[in-house]
């Protein structure tokens, strides 16, 4: 019994995939596809015929937010200006449109 153990040992453990490193470089994430100022509405490029409309894509490596997340950023605005090539990141959006978001602060200034 004592060498069934010694065999198993020997044998170590199996591991399927790469370490997070190698396996996070063929993952998908957001990225930026056109330069954006602060203030502007994300939109999906879903297509690049004529010239295709939107400003961020789902590509490769996986730097930025994961891809199932697109759908969360779709409708939001920038937060700061933003140049092509970015990956997405949590703290370049904003839920209100910067027009929206400066009004009550300058009604607030007012009084």
Same mark, same amino acid.
């Given at each position: 019994m004592e060498d069934v153990r $010694?065999?198993?040992? +020997?044998?170590?453990?199996?591991? @399927?995939?790469?370490?997070?490193?190698? &396996?996070? $470089?063929f993952r998908r994430s957001i990225f930026v596809t056109k330069d954006m100022k602060k203030g502007e509405q994300f939109q999906?490029?879903?297509s690049f015929e004529n010239g295709g409309n939107g400003n961020v894509r789902s590509i490769r490596p996986g730097n930025g937010l994961h891809s199932r997340h697109m759908s969360d950023i779709v409708g939001k @605005? +920038?937060? &700061? *200006? $933003? !140049?092509?090539?970015?990956?997405? *990141?949590?703290?370049?959006?904003?839920?209100?449109? &910067? #027009? #929206? !978001? *400066? #009004?009550?602060? +300058?009604?607030?200034?007012k009084k």
């Open positions: $010694i065999a198993e040992a +020997a044998m170590g453990t199996v591991h @399927y995939g790469g370490s997070e490193g190698e &396996v996070r $470089i999906e490029l879903t @605005y +920038a937060r &700061v *200006d $933003i !140049s092509k090539g970015t990956p997405m *990141d949590w703290e370049l959006m904003t839920s209100t449109s &910067v #027009e #929206e !978001s *400066d #009004e009550p602060t +300058a009604k607030k200034q």
